[in-house]
């Protein structure tokens, strides 16, 4: 729905285009997946099944980090889950378990959900739960475990948003 009914600009293509994505969020809303299936290409927007909203936001607002992963975990900590822009590096891209500590940093490329925060007593590290929007078959059922305290890996602390 975002791919085919958004106006200007492909507003996915560098996955992590948070204002525009939102701002139709806000204005439009979001039919379901079912309805309206994502296929990876752009194409024309059904505006009968883009009419079918079943969720809308009441608005969004960057959270000033500015790579200070403390920040990041006391606006997961108050507010819930976290937007977050990252670099989706090669070795991120293969990820499948454990606490992934790089190796990234190039520019950002991709946008992905901070849900929560642990700690792993086998490698010693702080993590942050990262749900990816490739499906079950990306990482662990979906998601990354992103090493936290680890220097702002993958600039995960450098672009966030949360939704209201």
């Given at each position: 729905?975002?791919?085919?009914?958004?106006?200007?600009?492909?507003?996915?293509?560098?996955?992590?285009?948070?204002?525009?994505?939102?701002?139709?969020?806000?204005?439009?809303?979001?039919?379901s997946l079912t309805?309206?299936?994502?296929?990876?290409?752009?194409?024309?927007?059904?505006r009968q099944k883009?009419?079918?909203?079943?969720?809308?936001?009441?608005?969004?607002?960057?959270?000033?980090?500015?790579?200070?992963?403390?920040?990041?975990?006391?606006?997961v900590q108050s507010?819930?889950?976290?937007?977050?822009?990252?670099?989706?590096?090669?070795?991120?891209?293969?990820?499948?378990?454990?606490?992934?500590?790089?190796?990234?940093?190039?520019?950002?490329?991709?946008?992905?959900?901070?849900?929560?925060?642990?700690?792993?007593?086998?490698?010693?590290?702080?993590?942050?739960?990262?749900?990816?929007?490739?499906?079950?078959?990306?990482?662990?059922?979906?998601?990354?475990?992103?090493?936290?305290?680890?220097?702002?890996?993958?600039?995960?602390?450098?672009?966030?948003?949360?939704?209201?």
């Amino acid at each position: 729905q975002l791919l085919d009914c958004s106006s200007g600009e492909d507003i996915c293509a560098n996955g992590a285009a948070f204002a525009p994505i939102y701002a139709y969020i806000e204005k439009q809303g979001m039919t379901s997946l079912t309805n309206y299936p994502y296929l990876a290409q752009k194409g024309r927007c059904n505006r009968q099944k883009e009419r079918q909203v079943i969720a809308k936001i009441g608005g969004w607002k960057w959270i000033t980090t500015n790579g200070d992963e403390e920040r990041l975990l006391k606006a997961v900590q108050s507010d819930g889950p976290v937007a977050v822009a990252i670099h989706a590096s090669d070795a991120w891209s293969r990820y499948s378990r454990g606490v992934f500590s790089g190796p990234c940093g190039g520019g950002i490329n991709h946008a992905v959900l901070v849900v929560g925060y642990g700690y792993d007593g086998q490698s010693d590290r702080d993590f942050w739960i990262v749900k990816n929007s490739w499906g079950e078959g990306y990482g662990d059922r979906g998601y990354v475990y992103m090493h936290r305290n680890g220097g702002n890996v993958c600039s995960i602390a450098s672009h966030t948003v949360q939704v209201y």
